[in-house]
């Protein structure tokens, strides 16, 4: 074999996923590479993982496992947070402080069943800034995605 052949012949690694081809082809494999192997960071704990690889990364994710068992919801944002993190998640919500901001100013009744809202009820919040009773909203959401005060979508 001649010398170019034996170039052809050997494996060179790829600088994106370290995979092994020979030299004819590890051009056409880098295109394609650049796009498959995308990365980005795991939203549970933070490591940089090759996109398409995601879902074996979160089979072994000690983040996602925890997630999965201490979960909980936001009842402002409806963000998925820790239950344990709940308080501190609470502090940093501009939902729950537009909440509370709105609530500490005026008694607030709910204007879809006009009950009071009492500082432990569940609240629910649009965009517009109106406040509900959790459930009320969620029963008026399953007729109608505009606001039951402004019309606000």
Not at 53 to 80: P, S, Y
Request: charged share 25%; hydrophobic share 30%.
């Amino acid at each position: 074999m001649s010398e170019i052949q034996d170039d052809d012949m050997k494996l060179y690694p790829c600088s994106n996923c370290g995979e092994q081809y020979p030299y004819c082809g590890i051009e056409k494999h880098l295109e394609s590479c650049l796009v498959e192997n995308i990365v980005e960071d795991c939203k549970f704990c933070g490591e940089t993982i090759v996109k398409k690889l995601i879902e074996q990364h979160l089979q072994n994710c000690q983040a996602f496992a925890l997630q999965e068992k201490e979960d909980d919801v936001c009842e402002f944002c409806q963000e998925k947070i820790f239950k344990k993190f709940k308080q501190d998640h609470y502090s940093d919500c501009p939902l729950k402080q537009i909440a509370d901001a709105y609530q500490s100013y005026t008694a607030h009744e709910c204007p879809i069943c006009l009950i009071d809202i009492g500082p432990v009820d569940s609240k629910g919040i649009l965009e517009c800034c109106h406040i509900f009773h959790q459930c009320c909203l969620q029963a008026w959401q399953q007729k109608s995605q505009e606001c039951p005060v402004c019309r606000y979508t």
